[in-house]
Structures are given as C-alpha cells and as structure tokens.
T-cell receptor, first 116, second 113 residues
Framework: TQTVSQSDAHVTVFEGDSVELRCNYS??????LSWYIQHHGHGLQFLLK??????VVQGVNGFEAEFSKSDSSFHLRKASVHWSDSAVYFC??????????????FGIGTLLSVKP | GGIITQTPKFLIGQEGQKLTLKCQQN?????MYWYRQDSGKGLRLIYY???????QKGDLSEGYDASREKKSSFSLTVTSAQKNEMAVFLC????????????FGPGTRLTVL
C-alpha cells in the first residue's frame, strides 16, 4: 500500500526566505512522486515529478524537490519565495495500475503563507 | 495547450436531491478523474475512467454515479445530497501511457441546504 504524509498543515515565511515543505511516503512498488500547487479558488497545477534518475528534480517557478529512498522523503524547496507562492501544496504518490490508469494518492496538503 | 471546464462553478442543492456535475477536456486525454476535496482531508478519488464508456471506482464511490459519455466528457452524479454537505469536486485528466501528470479543472463547489 502506498501512502503519503505531509506533516506540516501550515507554514508561514517572509518574502525572500527559503522554504522546505515536507513529504514522506510509504513505498509499495515502483516509485512515482509529484508535487502540485493549488491557489485559492482554483484547481491543482502540476509542479514537478520524480520517477528515476537524478534525485533532485527541477520544477516551474524555481521549485525543486529531492527524492530520498533512505528517508522515504520527497521534500519541496524554494530558495527565495514570492508572495505569489502563497498556496496549498500537495504531495502525491502514484499507485501503478499499469494500463488501467494512473491513480494518485494525495497528501492532505500544506498551506504556505508568504508575508510581505 | 488545453483546458478543463467544469460546470457549474457553484451548485446549491437540497437534501435528498440528485445533482449532476459536468466536466469537459480538450487535451485529448484518455483518462479522466473525479475527486472530492474536503478541508483538512486532501483529495479523495471518487471515480475514474480510462476510455470512453469505461468506469472504475475510486475510494469514495458510494453515493455517486459517473458517466463517460465520450472521450472529452465525464459527468458525476450525487445520487442523494446530504444535508449540510459542503465540498469542492475536482475533475482531472491525464495521458495513460506517456506523461503521467494530471491536469485539473477549477472545481465545482457544492453546498447542500
């Protein structure tokens, strides 16, 4: 069984600060991890993914995430946040059904608030 | 690029009422999904469909029906709305074989009086 845990419900930082949003997963098969962002009143948007290769993956708008098998983690980072990064961030693990679709298991989300 | 459209944006219903939510995508994606989003609970999969006329139950299918009328559209029916229910229903689509990221619509916000 694959599960994903986001331990921080709410993170508050100031504009220009660095931030790390945490995600831990339980491993139950082939790895596929991703992050999504949801601005208030909108649907989710894909940020980045990892399934093999370099454990540090780059996404849009300066976000990156690092996969760690030993820690069962896939934390999201940004070196310098902007107020427009304020949103809810969801970590997701794919449950691999092969040809029957890509079912994602989502964490409960972390609300990032960026203060000016 | 493509877009996912969900109608209506806001849906207000009465207890026991049957309510239908609609979703259209022009990505030409094979797979479509319906999720329910509740505050503090993340997203839970209700139904998904890997091709036209296909239906697969998710983790939260009880109390819902779905229909994949054609490749571009996927509708969800709340069979009997529960009093004081409030949630956002999100539709998404993805390729099945290639890129695996899901693309989401803006959501339908349901309120049951």
């Amino acid at each position: 069984t694959q599960t994903v845990s986001q331990s921080d419900a709410h993170v508050t930082v100031f504009e220009g600060d660095s931030v790390e949003l945490r995600c831990n997963y339980s491993y139950g098969g082939s790895i596929y991890l991703s992050w999504y962002i949801q601005h208030h009143g909108h649907g989710l948007q894909f940020l980045l993914k990892y399934y093999s290769g370099n454990p540090v993956v780059q996404g849009v708008n300066g976000f990156e995430a690092e996969f760690s098998k030993s820690d069962s983690s896939f934390h999201l980072r940004k070196a310098s946040v902007h107020w427009s990064d304020s949103a809810v961030y969801f970590c997701a693990v794919r449950k691999n059904y092969g040809s029957s679709g890509n079912k994602l298991i989502f964490g409960i989300g972390t609300l990032l608030s960026v203060k000016p | 690029g493509g877009i996912i459209t969900q109608t209506p944006k806001f849906l207000i219903g009465q207890e026991g009422q049957k309510l239908t939510l609609k979703c259209q995508q022009n990505f030409n994606h094979d797979t479509m999904y319906w999720y329910r989003q509740d505050s503090g609970k993340g997203l839970r999969l209700i139904y998904y469909s890997i091709t036209e006329n296909d239906l697969q139950k998710g983790d939260l299918s009880e109390g819902y029906d779905a229909s994949r009328e054609k490749k571009s559209s996927f509708s969800l029916t709340v069979t009997s709305a529960q009093k004081n229910e409030m949630a956002v229903f999100l539709c998404a689509s993805s390729n099945t074989g290639g890129a695996r990221e899901q693309y989401f619509g803006p959501g339908t916000r349901l309120t049951v009086l």
